[in-house]
Nanobody
Framework: QVQLVESGGGLVQTGESLRLSCLISGRTSNTEIITMGWFRQAPGKERELVAAIGWRGSTSYKDSMKGRFTISKDNAKSAVYLQMDSLTPEDTAVYYC????????????????WGQGTQVTVSS
């Protein structure tokens, strides 16, 4: 069974940076993850896509994250990262790593493997 484990969340001040990590374990031959994504859910709000990265490294970002957030991956380490810069209190949320068997998808419904989430809190 595939498992995703996020780490790297925490409490930072406005303008600071954080790097989230997602480790992928338990892959089997009939469990394929083509696209990895980072989502977030702020209190009282719906979960939203932050960024996604495809098998060949293509990326997609929510417009408001472009220029501040960077998604990357290391296939050798089975890891996906989210570098977050210039954080603001509006970025406070639980951040989730997710995997999809679909090619370069940004549709949440097409992600079928999820991590437990990591809390990011940005103070003003």
């Amino acid at each position: 069974q595939v498992q995703l484990v996020e780490s790297g969340g925490g409490l930072v001040q406005t303008g600071e940076s954080l790097r989230l990590s997602c480790l992928i374990s338990g892959r089997t031959s009939n469990t394929e993850i083509i696209t990895m994504g980072w989502f977030r859910q702020a209190p009282g709000k719906e979960r939203e896509l932050v960024a996604a990265i495809g098998w060949r490294g293509s990326t997609s970002y929510k417009d408001s994250m472009k220029g501040r957030f960077t998604i990357s991956k290391d296939n050798a380490k089975s890891a996906v990262y989210l570098q977050m810069d210039s954080l603001t209190p509006e970025d406070t949320a639980v951040y989730y790593c997710a995997g999809s068997p679909k090619a370069m998808t940004i549709a949440e419904a097409q992600y079928n493997v999820w991590g437990q989430g990591t809390q990011v809190t940005v103070s003003s």
